[in-house]
């Protein structure tokens, strides 16, 4: 299948399930702020528990120096930061990337919104059929609509290849 038409199956999914979809994008995005606020907190106030063994000085400490000149506890602390620090800049990618998943669900929300509104309320239905939650393979689809599967497939490829062309004609005009 045209991977254009599997791009659009994609954001009609993303379509009708949008509150499901973005309750979750936003669910993960504040347990990641969460998160980050935690490490900033670590970071900002020491807080850190360095293993008991780290934290004993041992005779070899005593007697001598190390050729780094850091004792096996400030080598931990220095590790447990530079992680937390790696972390949060990891935590912090994956925050952009669900602000941009959400943006981009927003933008072709609207793009849909208005291209479905003008199907005729049949073709509604099949694609909210077909879409909706776990959606209906197109042999299901035709078995509830009273035609073949191929004959599914096909109505649904060419509402799809309408809405996408809806969309291509609505990106040129901006232009």
């Known amino acids: 299948m045209d991977t254009k038409l599997k791009e659009m199956e994609q954001k009609l999914y993303n379509y009708f399930n ?6 979750a994008l936003n669910k993960r995005l504040e347990v990641l ?3 980050i606020s935690q490490i900033d907190y670590k970071l900002g106030h020491i807080d850190y528990s360095l293993p008991e ?7 070899e400490e005593r007697v001598q120096t190390s050729p780094t000149g ?4 400030e080598k931990t602390l220095y590790s447990i930061t530079d992680k937390l620090i790696k972390n949060k800049a990891y935590k912090q ?15 072709d929300n609207i793009i849909i919104e208005d291209n479905i509104k003008d199907l005729r309320d049949g073709d509604k239905e099949f694609l909210k059929e ?11 689809m035709g ?7 191929p004959a599914a497939t096909e109505r649904k490829n060419k509402l799809l290849r309408n809405i996408l062309n809806w969309e291509d004609w609505i990106m040129v005009s901006r232009v």
């Open 33 to 35: 702020k969460s998160q």
């Open 143 to 149: 078995f509830k609509y009273g035609i073949s599967q």
């Open 53 to 59: 063994e780290s934290i004993q000085i041992g005779y």
């Open 93 to 107: 990618q994956q925050v952009a990337d669900i602000e941009d998943r959400i943006m981009q669900i927003q933008e």
């Open 70 to 73: 850091y004792s096996f506890a």
């Open 18 to 23: 949008r509150e499901k979809r973005l309750q």
């Open 130 to 140: 077909k879409f909706y939650g776990y959606g209906k393979t197109d042999w299901q």
